[in-house]
């Protein structure tokens, strides 16, 4: 039970510590506050590396005599830092901070939607099964956060916001723009590091992005394949206009045209597969050899298309198409897939967050590594 602390009376006697619970509410709180206090001004000695990992505690009765605060006091206070992962409790040895201390070892990664409407998207199932592999293998810990619309009135946001303001993560991973957390400690606490994926800054964070270079990449890997005209399927005309593409076939020996270029969405797979065969269907009139797919969910539809019009078609067509990897299932036809890795993501991302915490100099803008692999037959890593 916890008790106030001792103190002198007008006559200089000590006055004995009595239970918290039987004293009045006002001091009750701010017997409550002092703790708060001093778990706060402990933690922030780890922090602030006054107390480095593995460093041994001063011995209670110094702490003691520092705060001027009770036994029970402090003890509340080692115990909060000892569940919050500061700091471990060594037999016979004292209070020790541990090697690998929630600032300094603990991510939070934020991923857009709910925690199933996210596992529809392929990035984002790769980059959350990657975090969990990495709890696995690696010292540290990355938590797990789903940000839907309605997140800022869940349990999981208000916990987040505490942590984040306990400062018990090395810093946030954003897998996608934070523009929802706005005015909230996750965007705002100082002292957090932050990274995000995006295609452009935001919020002064750093950003990581697949190197631009990646459209090049896959109308070089056409052209080296023998194709000569091909079609484009997006699923954004704003992210990937045609204007993009226009510039450049031509300076891979390539050839396009407008209307071999479609904008779909997963959700319209009767249109996309209607659309690629009627590209397919007449190659006297449309010689299309070459298909460049720039959305993965977009992949096995566009596929389906092209089995569909039997084997003189499918040996005829290349296909490269965007992806995310490791690759959970291969394509149903042979392809060369372009992308980012979740491991790279990751292992970026909290490249950055350790050297903000470092001080260290921060690029605003950091390129990913792309992959490149063949699938189907003669499948094989391309370096």
Request: glycine residues 6%.
């Amino acid at each position: 039970m916890a008790r106030l602390t001792s103190k002198q009376n007008s006559s200089g006697a000590a006055t004995a510590e009595v239970p918290v619970r039987k004293g009045p509410p006002r001091k009750r709180n701010r017997l409550a506050k002092r703790q708060n206090e001093l778990t706060a001004l402990l933690r922030k000695r780890i922090i602030d590396n006054t107390y480095p990992p593995g460093c041994r505690l001063p011995i209670q009765v110094d702490l003691l005599k520092e705060f001027n605060v009770s036994n029970i006091t402090l003890q509340r206070a080692i115990d909060t830092l000892c569940r919050e992962g500061f700091i471990e409790a060594r037999r016979r040895t004292g209070t020790f901070v541990v090697d690998h201390p929630p600032h300094l070892a603990h991510y939070a990664l934020i991923i857009p939607g709910g925690s199933n409407t996210s596992i529809n998207s392929h990035f984002y199932q790769n980059i959350a099964a990657e975090a969990l592999l990495r709890n696995e293998r690696l010292p540290g810990h990355l938590d797990l956060y789903y940000a839907s619309d309605e997140s800022l009135y869940h349990p999981d946001f208000r916990r987040l916001c505490e942590m984040v303001t306990r400062h018990l993560y090395a810093g946030l991973i954003f897998a996608s723009s934070p523009h929802k957390f706005e005015k909230t400690p996750i965007l705002n606490e100082p002292g957090i590091p932050r990274a995000v994926v995006a295609s452009r800054a935001v919020y002064a964070i750093p950003v990581m992005y697949p190197n631009p270079n990646q459209c090049d990449l896959g109308l070089a890997t056409l052209a080296a394949k023998g194709a000569r005209n091909i079609a484009v399927v997006t699923f954004s005309c704003e992210a990937y206009p045609y204007s993009l593409f226009e510039g450049k076939v031509a300076q891979f020996g390539l050839r396009s045209h407008p209307d071999w270029y479609g904008s779909f969405t997963h959700l319209q797979p009767p249109g996309l597969r209607s659309f690629i065969r009627i590209l397919l269907s007449n190659p006297k009139e449309r010689p299309i050899d070459g298909i460049f797919i720039l959305d993965d969910h977009l992949t096995e539809i566009v596929m389906e298309a092209i089995a569909s019009l039997g084997p003189e078609v499918v040996e005829r067509i290349h296909i490269v198409t965007t992806g995310n990897f490791p690759l959970h299932q291969q394509p149903t036809l042979p392809a060369t897939v372009i992308g980012v890795h979740a491991k790279d993501i990751l292992d970026t991302a909290i490249e950055l967050i350790d050297a903000q915490r470092r001080g260290d100099q921060v690029a605003q803008e950091n390129h990913l590594p792309i992959h490149l692999c063949h699938t189907g037959a003669g499948a094989g890593r391309v370096p």
